[in-house]
């Protein structure tokens, strides 16, 4: 979608980084409103067409993670970038089955962001297709080995290096040979991206 057809809503309790975040939107060519509360977001939210939104996982008075359910609930579609300096891979698989399009951890580099409100934006057209279609990621789960099965499933449920080697009775070292194999077949660029096409092919519970 063109950058003049939506507007990005940055959410964030934390004044210094809404203002960095939206100067660095707008420098992009993108329109930018910050909302200081998920509370005052909300109340806008039923009004607005043709957004985006950013949002902090960990805020106050309304999580990031609580206003994307409720948005959900209120059956207001819009599509949402959780952004976090705490991200864990649990906390990313709550943030994508409550709908975020994106999980992306702190500190970013731009390219990451605006990429994510490039993806999040194809959502607005209602001709839009999911880029991986859960056919799509099957077909590369399928050329995973057996034990990269394991790790997969294993590290979309959170588990650390040394509790997946210790569950599969093999060294850390061959589960970080293996993730890097996982990443590689599945042709992830990040985590939270792995973690959405685990959601997409019914992988992550």
Do not use: W, Y
């Amino acid at each position: 979608m063109p950058i003049d057809d939506f507007t990005v809503h940055i959410v964030d309790d934390e004044e210094a980084v809404r203002k960095s975040l939206a100067f660095m939107l707008t420098m992009n060519g993108l329109g930018v409103r910050v909302h200081e509360s998920a509370t005052a977001f909300l109340s806008l939210a039923p009004n607005l067409r043709q957004a985006v939104l950013i949002t902090d996982m960990r805020m106050p008075d309304l999580s990031g993670l609580e206003l994307i359910r409720r948005l959900a609930a209120l059956q207001i579609a819009i599509p949402s970038i959780m952004i976090t300096g705490h991200g864990d891979v649990p906390m990313a698989v709550e943030a994508m089955k409550a709908g975020a399009i994106d999980f992306i951890e702190k500190p970013f580099e731009d390219t990451a962001i605006v990429d994510a409100i490039r993806r999040a934006s194809e959502r607005l057209s209602d001709a839009c297709t999911i880029t991986e279609s859960a056919e799509d990621v099957r077909t590369r789960i399928s050329t995973l080995s057996e034990r990269e099965r394991q790790v997969l499933t294993a590290v979309v449920a959170g588990q650390p290096n040394k509790a997946i080697a210790f569950a599969l009775d093999i060294s850390p070292r061959t589960v970080e040979v293996h993730r890097a194999n996982v990443m590689a077949k599945m042709q992830a660029r990040s985590l939270p991206e792995l973690v959405r096409m685990s959601l997409t092919a019914g992988v992550a519970s």
